[in-house]
């Protein structure tokens, strides 16, 4: 099974390092190639390291997360990208859909099972679609 690339990004490193361990990402089929603490810091990475996945916080400073989103589906590469946010907000999620966006998670509701289930759909669904 190849291993799927993905950046992970939020400003919040404890987030970051969170993310980073809630899952075992080798076993699922994903490999962080990157993280980034910004959408410009992201963008830059994404056009170096051409990822099939991106998980990005929504609100961050400078470039945010649905900046991020639009660019990364203007690009050559077009990742998959799901959303993370601390808020419920319908209009994020509606904007989202404008997009593309493959999911936009609650971080409150962030675990490992639910992770879990959420990779393993996308990883059915990025196999589909190559």
């Known amino acids: 099974m190849q291993k799927i690339s993905l950046i992970l990004v939020d400003d919040e490193q404890l987030v970051l390092e969170d993310l980073k361990d809630i899952v075992d990402w080798d076993a699922l089929g994903f ?11 992201a963008m830059e990475k ?49 904007r989202a859909l404008n997009y593309g966006i493959y999911d936009y998670i609650l971080k409150s509701e962030i675990n490992a099972d639910m992770l879990t289930d959420k990779l393993i759909g996308l990883r059915e669904h990025i196999e589909d679609v190559q």
């Open 46 to 94: 994404c056009s170096k390291m051409q990822p099939e996945l991106v998980i990005t916080d929504i609100q961050m400073p400078g470039m945010d997360g649905m900046e991020l989103a639009r660019k990364l589906r203007e690009s050559e590469a077009r990742p998959t990208v799901i959303l993370l946010s601390a808020y419920s907000d319908f209009s994020y999620a509606k």
């Open 31 to 41: 490999e962080i190639v990157a993280t980034a603490r910004n959408g410009k810091q």
